[in-house]
Nanobody
């Protein structure tokens, strides 16, 4: 059983910053292979960033503004979001990959096996 719990969302003004956290627990997920996704109302879920060990990938829309990272024990995933824009408004989800046979570092929804409940980010 894998549990992912996001926190840190909220309402900010344009240009502001937020730091999202994702606490991961359980077994049989690949600790070094996690990602952040977001979904705005009426839109499909889209990738924001992914981490594969020491490597990171970002959606073009957030490059240079967002940073994905994890703590040393790889139990907590972070997303530092700077220079926020109204178009960043969405529910943000943490995702993880299964330990056996999973795809690490992907930016597709289908690359991930476990999902959190999400945390809302609103930029006005």
């Amino acid at each position: 059983h894998v549990q992912l719990v996001e926190s840190g969302g909220g309402s900010v003004q344009t240009g502001g910053s937020l730091r999202l956290s994702c606490a991961a627990s359980g077994h049989f997920y690949a600790k070094g292979c996690m990602g952040w996704f977001r979904q705005a109302p009426g839109k499909e879920r889209e990738a924001v960033a992914a981490i594969d060990g020491d490597n990171t990938k970002y959606a073009d829309s957030v490059k240079g503004r967002f940073t994905i990272s994890k703590d040393a024990d790889e139990n907590t995933l972070y997303l530092q979001m700077n220079s926020l824009r109204p178009e960043d408004t969405a529910m943000y989800y943490c995702a993880a990959v299964r330990f056996f046979g999973g795809i690490c570092g992907g930016l597709r929804v289908i690359d991930y096996d476990y999902w959190g409940q999400g945390t809302q980010v609103t930029v006005s």
